[in-house]
């Protein structure tokens, strides 16, 4: 009897160790089907600043779900925790720089323009305004105690174009041509170009002028003066924004042109300027209360440069009503401006017949005025 109990219990044990055994086995990963990454909507992307800081969507990446398969079964089954690294590289290079765009459990991200741009240019040094070749990857990451990863089957290329960042606080900062014209004085404020108005999103810079023969030069902004990074000559019609010996713009034959610089896309043109309806003014005069309307009015300065910019530094004491400008001591030759409350940059009109606007200003102090009275194009701008 008790060799009949010891069987049976060895039988019972023998039993349980089976089953135990069998509940505590492990699948084992046969296969593995990665990732597809799906195609852009796009090949190519020229990205603009957002407007008002607002960090828009530039687009949507997704891809398939990494599939696994356990002890030679057709059918995947899941994994436990899985995770993707969106990942972005030089193309051609084997992502031997890879940065983390995303990691994420879903099978899909948001590209944010601003964070994008914001990272091709500090992670790979890329010029805004010069397009880049890149290249996208994803990354599975599985497994618990010793993770492992498996690389997406597919990656996907395309071209971007980077903008450089303009902040709302400089928006409206002062850009300066810097050549041969002022001895390439990088300190040198004498030649301050243009807008239309003093609205922040707009980001375009005007200047009609004289460019002397063989006339070599860039344009620095406000925060760079008194330093070599400048905006330089990209070749076609793209300008960069960097510290650099070449890069210069050009002008063969002496003449007027009319030169505009696009912030926002970083581009430019420089196009002939008609002056057969140019007249030279023998004084050009900045009026207001301050001066009595006339009764004392100060006389501008002629560039020796360009005889058809005009400049002054003065202190105002009085802005009541505003201030224009006004040539040979008349009213007859005068410049309103088409919206009064474009301070510091406007465009006045000459001799207007249905309005006679003032600009408006708001503070008593020292100001800097500038107008080119080839287009009505003005600066009234606190000095600092």
């Known amino acids: 009897m008790k060799t009949y109990r010891f069987l049976l219990n060895i039988l019972v044990c023998t039993l349980l160790f089976c089953a135990c055994s069998e509940k ?29 800081s607002d960090n828009k969507l530039l687009c949507t990446v997704s891809w398939t779900e990494t599939e696994f398969y356990f002890d030679g079964s057709a059918s995947p089954l899941p994994a436990g925790p899985v995770s993707y690294t969106l990942e972005i590289a030089k193309a051609n290079e084997n992502f031997s720089n890879a940065q983390t765009l995303a ?11 601003a964070d994008f741009n914001k990272l091709l240019i500090e992670k790979f040094g890329v010029v805004p305004g010069e397009p880049f070749d890149a290249e996208l990857r994803v990354v599975a990451t599985y497994g618990e ?33 810097c050549g041969d014209m002022n001895g390439w004085n990088n300190a040198n404020t004498d030649f301050m170009m243009f807008r239309d108005n003093s609205d922040t999103s707009n980001q375009i810079y005007t200047y009609t002028g004289r460019l002397g023969a063989n006339c070599y030069f860039k344009f620095v902004p406000e925060e760079s003066l008194g330093t070599y990074k400048m905006y330089c000559n990209a070749g076609n019609g793209v300008f960069s924004y960097e510290n650099k010996g070449d890069g210069a713009f050009y002008n063969e034959i002496e003449g007027y042109k009319t ?15 008609d002056m057969s309806q140019a007249k030279n003014w023998e004084t050009m005069h900045f009026v207001g209360a301050f001066c009595g309307w006339g009764t004392t009015e100060p006389d501008m300065i002629r560039s020796e440069y360009d005889p058809h910019i005009w400049s002054l530094s003065i202190n105002l004491d ?10 040979n001591h008349t009213w007859d030759y ?28 708001t503070e008593l102090g020292e100001y800097y005025v500038k107008i080119n009275d080839l287009t009505g194009h003005y600066i009234v701008i606190p000095k600092k």
């Open 103 to 113: 990691v994420t459990s879903s099978l899909y991200t948001d590209l944010l323009t």
């Open 334 to 361: 005068r410049w309103c401006p088409k919206n009064p409350d474009d301070i510091p940059y406007g465009l006045a009109e000459y001799s207007p017949s249905s309005q006679d606007n003032n600009i408006s200003i």
């Open 259 to 273: 030169i505009t610089l696009n912030l926002k896309d970083m581009t430019y043109t420089i196009v002939d300027y």
């Open 145 to 177: 105690g010793i993770a492992k990863t498996k690389v997406s089957s597919n990656t996907v290329k395309f071209s971007a174009t980077t903008y450089l960042e303009v902040q709302e606080a400089t928006a409206l900062s002062a850009i300066y041509i």
């Open 318 to 327: 009085n802005i009541e009503y505003g201030v224009k400008f006004r040539a």
């Open 24 to 52: 505590d086995a492990v699948p084992a990963l046969t296969n593995i089907d990665p990732s597809v990454l799906n195609a852009l909507p796009f090949q190519q992307v020229k990205m603009n600043q957002p407007k008002e």
